[in-house]
């Protein structure tokens, strides 16, 4: 199984209600699971699966004029799916800093050490910005 990390830009017209139910949609008919993380400026993303769906979905992203920047992180084979289901971090209207740290610390509690420290500083510096 091939796991994959990215960072890219938002363009400023991304609808990321729709980049999620389209994604869904794709990565369950894919086998495709991980975890998106946007603070409406930058994605942070991890996509596991089949290495031919993984790289597939990220040729396609790259395709996306809502993405510009990509650059991945990490590219590595996974025995087991680290993030479990699909999932997407976002701050919930009334969600304090700390507890939205709190439930993606529950989404990234199976995952690699360097992936979770990924994902734990992007949104730390995020936080401090």
Known sequence: MLQLVYISSVAAT???????AVSRVNNRRDGISG???S??????QALEGPPLA???AYQRIKQDPRHHGLVILSRREVESRE?????????????????????VDRLLANTAPNVRATFDSFIKLRRAA
Request: overall charge negative; proline content about 0%.
């Open 14 to 20: 991304a609808d990321l209600g729709s980049i999620l």
């Open 35 to 37: 975890l998106l993380y």
């Open 39 to 44: 603070d409406s400026v930058r994605f942070l």
């Open 54 to 56: 993984v790289e597939t």
């Open 83 to 103: 993030f479990g289901d699909w999932a997407m971090a976002e701050r919930r209207v009334g969600e304090e800093g700390d507890q939205f740290c709190a439930r």
